[in-house]
């Protein structure tokens, strides 16, 4: 499931959403799995690779992925 997902986002990396403010720079990519709505933050790196931050249900996804970010 979460391959078939990678690929898409590297088959069109600025498809994801981008995000403001303490998430700028990140993008997330919404797939559903089982009727259940995922999302997948990643940062595209200089040079065109990819850097997946998180995996998750939206149910605090970017609360956790920011908090996630600020210990980076």
Known sequence: MLDREVE???ANP???APKK???A???VHKFTHHHQ???VGYLIE???G???LALGSHENF???LQKHLSTR
């Open 46 to 48: 200089k040079g065109g």
């Open 8 to 10: 898409k986002i590297l």
């Open 25 to 27: 720079g990140v993008r």
């Open 21 to 23: 403010g303490a998430l």
């Open 14 to 16: 600025l498809g994801g």
């Open 37 to 39: 709505l995922y999302l």
């Open 50 to 52: 990819l850097c997946l």
């Open 62 to 64: 970017y609360r956790d």
